[in-house]
């Protein structure tokens, strides 16, 4: 039956935990997956998260089915968070929030949406992008093209370039954008880049799909939903799906939404209808924990403050990897430039190390980076960093 079909090579991210796991020397540091680490090395619990629990089991835990669109308090939230509580977008009812198995799970369902209601758009992605986002993409039937973005002679933005090709797409196509915190390299748009990009989506009647995964790991919650605001505000209508894995550590519980801004309350209806639709042909609704965990650390004042604090205390960590590690780099290599590791933003670094430096750094110091140079940032720790250093040093200077 299934003789003919073709093999899977496995995700390429996937395969390099794998061979890190299988790994017996124990000085091995894994910079490879996109997961947020603490100090001590352990995928933290967040206690804003374990006393919502405690609250939700307190009131019963009961587990009936969700609407399609998921749980009404954790899409208003979510809204909120996203456009900031006073934006008019909301008071006007503009605005569609649907909960969704992990932002992943939105990204899906908004492309499966686009595919049935703008046939003819392709999608256009950053080079590069998170891989999923082709793959994705593709299985909805949508063709995927590429914009400039990351400029490998200055570990920077080719922003002229992404605007000149931008202005050059056919009305409706389709702009995938990393609204911060950009997976792979941590190369983001600044507020005045955002700001020049806009009239290029308007004139040329662009839909710009925002994708949100790493919010509060940039400049702050609020700092790093800029672009979603700045959207808004300039009436476009947009797509949004964002995720709580990482800011809530939340990974397998699969917390994510997707957030549609339109230009009337009746189109968002309209809108908010077919979601529901293309939820019920995919899983039907989705998952009940989630969902409450999600509105409880979001909507409980005291929750809510905790959270933002642990937040922080996430993102100055990684901030405070890239200083080490810069200043380790610097400290052994003096005549290199490696200020890129202190302009990027979030987990990810792209360090510009080619595929055969990456292989060396795991064969020979067992330090693993995906094969296209990316680091996750947030795998360093004191204790590890000038290790890493060392072995990315002996591996630059040959
Ligand atoms: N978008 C980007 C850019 C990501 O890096 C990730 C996770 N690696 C996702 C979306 C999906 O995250 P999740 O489905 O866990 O919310």
Redesign the pocket.
């Known amino acids: 039956m299934f003789e003919h079909i073709q093999p899977y090579a496995g995700d390429p991210i996937f395969a390099v935990v794998n061979a890190f796991m299988a790994d017996a020397r124990p000085q091995k540091v894994n910079l490879s997956i ?1 997961i947020y680490f603490d100090e001590e090395g352990r995928l933290p619990v967040l206690p804003s998260v374990q006393e919502a629990e405690k609250r939700i089991l307190a009131a019963g835990g009961a587990k009936p089915y969700l609407p399609m669109e998921g749980d009404a308090a954790c899409r208003a939230e979510v809204g909120q968070l996203l456009l900031g509580a006073a934006h008019p977008a909301l008071a006007d009812g503009r605005t569609v929030t649907i909960q969704t198995v ?4 939105g ?1 899906k369902v908004g492309a499966d949406f686009l595919k049935t209601w703008l046939p003819d758009s392709a999608v256009w992605v950053s080079d590069p ?2 891989d ?2 082709r793959s994705m993409f593709e299985g909805s039937g949508i063709t995927v093209n590429r914009y400039p973005y990351y400029d490998a002679a200055t570990g920077g933005l080719r922003f002229d370039d992404m605007l000149a090709t931008l202005r050059t797409l056919p009305a409706r196509s389709i702009v995938l954008l ?1 609204a911060c915190c950009h ?1 792979p390299t941590g190369v983001d748009l600044t507020p005045a880049q955002w700001q020049a990009l806009i009239p290029v989506l308007k004139e040329r009647e662009l839909l710009p799909y925002l ?1 949100l ?2 919010q509060g790991f940039g400049d702050g919650i609020d700092e790093d939903a800029y672009a979603v605001r700045a959207l808004a505000d300039a009436g476009i209508t947009f797509f949004c ?1 964002n ?4 800011s809530m550590s939340l ?1 397998g519980e ?3 939404a997707l957030t549609v801004v339109c230009t009337s309350a009746a189109e968002a209806g309209l809108v908010r209808g077919q979601l529901a639709y293309t939820v019920r042909r995919l899983y039907s609704s989705p998952g009940i924990h989630a969902a409450k965990l999600v509105a409880r650390v979001l909507g409980e004042a005291d929750l809510r403050a905790m959270w933002t604090a642990e937040v922080a205390e996430m993102r100055e960590r990684i901030a405070a990897m890239r200083r080490a590690l810069h200043d380790a780099l610097v400290a052994r290599l003096p005549g290199r430039d490696f200020s890129y590791f202190l302009t990027q933003r979030g987990m990810f670094s792209y360090t510009g190390l080619s595929a055969a430096q990456v292989a060396r750094l795991r064969d020979e110091h067992a330090v693993y980076l995906i094969a296209s140079g990316r680091m996750c940032i947030a795998g360093l720790s004191q204790a590890n960093v000038g290790r890493v250093a060392e072995a990315m040093a002996s591996v630059l200077a040959d």
């Open positions: 996109g992990g932002s992943s799970g990204l992008t998170w999923n986002h990393h997976n994708d995964a790493y799906a995720s709580f894995s990482k990974y699969r917390c994510g």
